[in-house]
């Protein structure tokens, strides 16, 4: 089974500075896709970014670009310039490719982001 | 299209009651999917719908768990005889036929059992 790992339960910066978040993940498939969500408090989650494995790029959304290691089976966030909005839950998630039937996403444990003024 | 809806939003309701909970998806998407998140952790996967046949339950989900999801529209999902560990917020996510997209997640319900 796979499992996703965000070892950061908490992190804070200050507006305007770069945050990375971490996560790892297990896995023994060679064709999957990985995201990054975002949880605003009593808010519902919003996707932030995906990557598919099988590119090489990392994958980029304005201010957020990840960075992925296939070998290391590492996906880190990095959230350029940040924002007060930017407050929120961060869960890492991992879906396999399927061979029919549901798209699971597996999510990490979450990392909790402020960003303060 | 206003994205997936969740009702209600808040349910309170004393242990050994029941519970249903409606998802309305994003009328485009075939595909729905109920998750649990618990306080401070991921959501957890529960239940899977392609239309209107549900084709994959967690073990999570136990007997006194059921859903539907009748034409393949809005969902239900229903907890009978509740028990204090299934406080939680209960997520309803759709996505569109196609390989690896994202979903889309309603607001949630959170349910308290007390």
């Known amino acids: 089974a796979q499992t996703v790992t965000q070892s950061q339960p908490e992190m804070s910066v200050q507006e305007a500075e770069t945050v990375t978040l971490s996560c790892t993940y297990d896995?023994?498939?060679?064709?999957?896709?990985l995201f990054w969500y975002k949880q605003p408090p009593s808010r519902q989650m919003i996707l932030v970014i995906r990557?598919?494995?099988?590119?090489?790029q990392n994958a980029t959304e304005n201010r957020f670009s990840v960075n992925f290691q296939k070998a290391a089976k590492s996906f880190s966030l990095k959230i350029s310039d940040s924002q007060l909005g930017d407050t929120a839950m961060y869960f890492c998630?991992?879906?396999?490719?399927?061979?029919?039937?549901?798209?699971?996403?597996?999510f990490g444990q979450g990392t909790r982001l402020t960003i303060n003024p | 299209d206003t994205g997936v809806s969740q009702d209600p939003r808040h349910k309170i309701t004393k242990r050994g009651q029941n519970v249903t909970f409606r998802c309305d998806p994003i009328?485009?998407?075939?595909?729905l999917y109920w998750y649990r998140q618990t306080l401070g952790q991921g959501p957890e996967f529960l239940t899977y719908?392609?239309?209107?046949?549900?084709?994959?339950k967690s073990r999570l989900l136990s007997d006194r768990f059921s859903a539907e999801r009748p034409k393949g529209s809005f969902s239900t999902l229903e907890i009978q005889r509740t028990e204090q560990g299934d406080s939680a917020m209960y997520l309803c996510?759709?996505?569109?036929?196609?390989?690896?997209?994202?979903?889309?997640f309603g607001s949630g319900t959170r349910l308290t059992v007390v």
């Open positions: 996510a759709s996505s569109p036929t196609g390989t690896g997209y994202g979903y889309t």
């Open positions: 896995t023994n498939e060679s064709n999957y896709y």
């Open positions: 990557q598919e494995a099988y590119k090489q």
């Open positions: 998630a991992f879906m396999k490719l399927p061979s029919g039937g549901a798209q699971k996403l597996v």
């Open positions: 009328s485009e998407h075939n595909r």
């Open positions: 719908f392609q239309n209107e046949a549900q084709l994959e």
